[in-house]
């Protein structure tokens, strides 16, 4: 019966507007496809050029003169691998410290029996309208002395209010049924939590992870602030120092012709910055497409508050 219906099933014939319609979306699509991939493109590509066909044709796509000069001289410095294990050990950290505490706050929040809900939505509201402030909160990792250490970079995000909304609201459309029927069966809250809702939160978790990541990742302001010690530094410091290197050598070669010769095309700030843009931002491109087929589900299905 199947096979016949399929057999003698007949497709719907498009009208030429719907052809129209179709073939523009196609093409709109295409163009913004190309315009977010371009970019990526053109930075992997001047990363690797010579700085002078850098200036000849700043809008290419592939390498010219290929060089590796760029990444030497990031190599080169002596804090740099430092940096970037400081910066796994925070991001690491910081990351699975956020889930499992917002992870346990967004299912207190989505039982049924929990009562006082109110009252920690209110302050969990209140977190995300007012801040301290700089100053206050500088003072605050002073008297706990966190300052000069990972830890000021771990501890403050061990827990975000807009993850936990997400969460929240995902947790709120798991089936409660199961809650119940593994309370029955004599399970314990860990067992609930470990055996039923983590399995069935995997799309939110995977978005809630690559949130965490990469804001811990970009750490940036925090470290300037908090970290005067230049070992604890996180890999965006190192990257800025770099940079800031590379423009001074380069405008104080301009001003003399020996030392411009010396410092060489090949090394301009240009090229640098693009090649720190790599290097900062290569871990996390190889992260998401492991959690990319979670990302949009996690995303949508938390958005819907029923």
């Known amino acids: 019966m199947v096979k016949a219906e399929k057999r003698h099933g007949t497709k719907v014939k498009e009208s030429v507007p719907e052809r129209i319609f179709s073939v523009i979306n196609y093409v709109v699509l295409t163009l913004v ?28 796509i592939w390498p010219k003169k290929f060089t590796l000069e760029a990444y030497k001289l990031v190599f080169r410095n002596s804090y740099f691998w430092r940096s970037y294990i400081n910066t796994i050990i925070v991001t690491v950290a910081s990351t699975l410290l956020s889930l499992v505490t917002t ?39 002073q008297d706990l002395n966190l300052l000069n250490t990972l830890w000021v970079l771990i501890l403050p995000g061990t827990f975000n209010t ?9 947790l709120r459309e798991l089936p409660y049924e199961l809650v119940e029927a593994a309370m029955v069966d004599g399970g314990s809250e860990p ?6 809702v983590v ?7 995977a978005s809630v992870t690559l949130f965490l990541a ?7 302001f925090g470290a300037q602030i908090y970290i005067q010690n230049r070992d604890l530094w996180p890999i965006a410091l190192t ?14 070669a301009e001003a003399d012709p020996a030392a411009l010769s010396a410092v060489g095309a090949e090394i301009e700030s ?23 087929k979670h990302f949009a589900k996690g995303v949508m299905v938390g958005s819907v508050k029923g």
Do not use: D, H
Request: with cysteine.
């Open 199 to 205: 399995p069935l939160s995997k799309p939110v978790l």
């Open 33 to 60: 496809a190309l315009l977010m991939l371009y970019p990526i493109v053109n930075i992997i590509a001047v990363s690797f050029s010579n700085y002078n066909e850098y200036l000849k044709t700043p809008w290419m």
């Open 103 to 141: 992870l346990m706050f967004a299912w207190s929040m989505a039982r049924r029996e929990v009562k006082g809900k109110p009252f920690f939505m209110v302050i969990l509201i209140f977190t995300m309208v007012f801040s301290a402030g700089m100053i206050p909160n500088y003072l605050n990792m």
């Open 191 to 196: 067992y609930i939590l470990r055996k039923i």
């Open 270 to 292: 240009k090229t640098i910055q693009y090649a720190s843009v790599i290097i900062s931002t290569l871990p996390i491109m190889c992260i998401y497409p492991f959690l990319q």
């Open 239 to 252: 990257l800025k120092e770099i940079l800031m290197a590379a423009s001074t050598a380069i405008l104080e």
């Open 162 to 170: 807009f993850n936990c909304v997400i969460m929240m609201s995902f």
């Open 214 to 220: 990469v804001g811990a990742w970009n750490s940036y």
